[in-house]
């Protein structure tokens, strides 16, 4: 298996999880584009590994929830490079609240960006994986696609959504090659974690070395946190798998905090 010549988009993949996974993906020989909001950041990164190679990438401006500059970005990957392979549905955000504080702006802000995000490239992405005869959709989902904590009920919403609409996918691509999964990481160091921390020691009434000792490390088998290069290998493994076999299925990747 390997992904050379495979054109894929990444969304969030300026820094974090969504970079590793490009990262790997060009060190596999990948053409990949780096989807992000901030795009001088996506440019840098873009040419910081095709600098590395021996893949390529390109850096385009993209808000998951606009649908016209979705399309428009597909567009220009497509356009570019002559098509779309791979999907890595990676942009996110946290925010935390109890349930009755739950603002409904962050509400709706949460949910639009990891529910409505993954379907408006999804849909955009699926005709260009139909032309090409096949493709692969990867979602990032979270061990909270399998469990609940307090604090995170719009995140534990948008990620349980996550596995629905990966199965359809996978029922509707199957004829045509495109198969679709979703990544489950524990928790992972990245800035969207390390500014968890304070918030949730705020929330709970308790010190941030509590945070991460008991809540966000206290049932790993090892008490480690995940590392984005973990998480990277899954990527590469969902995308350059040949076949459907493996379409529907999510992978917990989380030291054993969850086990299925």
């Not at 199965?167 to 495109?178: L, M, Q, T």
């Not at 945070?211 to 946190?225: A, R, W, Y």
């Not at 590469?236 to 798998?241: G, S």
Request: hydrophobic share 45%; aromatic share 6%.
């Amino acid at each position: 298996m390997n992904m050379k010549g495979k054109i894929c988009i990444v969304t969030g993949a300026a820094r974090g999880i969504g970079m590793a996974i490009a990262k790997r993906y060009v060190q596999d020989g990948a053409k990949v584009a780096i989807a992000d909001l901030n795009l001088d950041e996506a440019k840098k990164t873009a040419a910081e590994l095709t600098k590395m190679g021996p893949g390529e990438a390109m850096g385009i401006a993209m808000n998951v929830t606009d649908e016209v500059v979705v399309n428009a970005g597909v567009e220009e990957v497509a356009k570019a490079w002559g098509g779309i392979d791979v999907l890595v549905s990676n942009a996110g955000i946290q925010i935390v609240h109890k349930l009755e504080d739950f603002p409904f702006e962050d509400w709706k802000k949460l949910l639009s960006i990891h529910l409505d995000g993954a379907f408006l490239t999804t849909k955009a992405c699926i005709p260009h994986m139909k032309t090409r005869g096949g493709g692969s959709v990867i979602y990032m989902g979270s061990v909270h696609s399998k469990e609940a904590s307090p604090l995170k009920s719009a995140y534990v919403t948008a990620k349980h959504g996550l596995l629905g609409l990966a199965r359809v996918v996978s029922k509707e691509g199957a004829e045509y090659g495109v198969r679709a999964n979703v990544i489950c990481p524990g928790f992972v160091k990245t800035p969207l974690v390390e500014k968890q921390i304070p918030e949730q020691a705020k929330e709970l009434g308790i010190s941030e070395e509590e945070v991460v000792n008991k809540i966000m490390l206290g049932d790993t088998v090892d008490q480690e946190f995940t590392t984005v290069e973990d998480v990277a290998e899954l990527a590469w493994l969902f995308a350059a798998f040949p076949t459907n076999a493996l379409t529907g299925q999510s992978m917990v990747v989380s030291h054993g905090w969850y086990m299925n």
